[in-house]
């Protein structure tokens, strides 16, 4: 029964605040699991290292996640 | 002159192994900056804890991100 089983989530807490790309150190996805049941966002922001956890839902995150993989060295082969 | 900085990425090679999104422990996305010019995408491995890097303009990687989104609980408020 996987009632008794112990949730470990990683985020108490979900802020809706805008993070900017720049600010950020790194992301981290964390898939739905046995430990937790939901999809976690874990931002790492450059100022003071400060982690935040993210609505995987939100549309700010999935714009965080184009921004993110767009902003790169425009080197080509 | 920045071409005195030291470069410090991470990933030295980067893998087109398919991951599957369930393989997955968690995905750390680390954005362009000064110490590494490019994105860097390094997937945790649930199997034992082995990381990857995964190239960000694949399709590949794409499409873990939506599954890893999309796969959470489908509670309604």
Known sequence: V????TVRCT???ISNK???PKALEKLEIIPA???CPRVEIIATMKKN????CLDPESKAI??????VSK???K???
Not at 62 to 67: I, R, T
């Open 62 to 67: 999935k714009n965080l996640l184009k921004a």
């Open 2 to 5: 996987p009632l008794s089983r």
């Open 71 to 73: 902003e790169r060295s």
């Open 33 to 35: 699991s046995q430990s």
């Open 75 to 77: 080197k080509s082969p």
């Open 49 to 52: 290292a400060e982690k935040r």
């Open 11 to 13: 985020c108490i807490t």
């Open 18 to 20: 805008f993070v900017h």
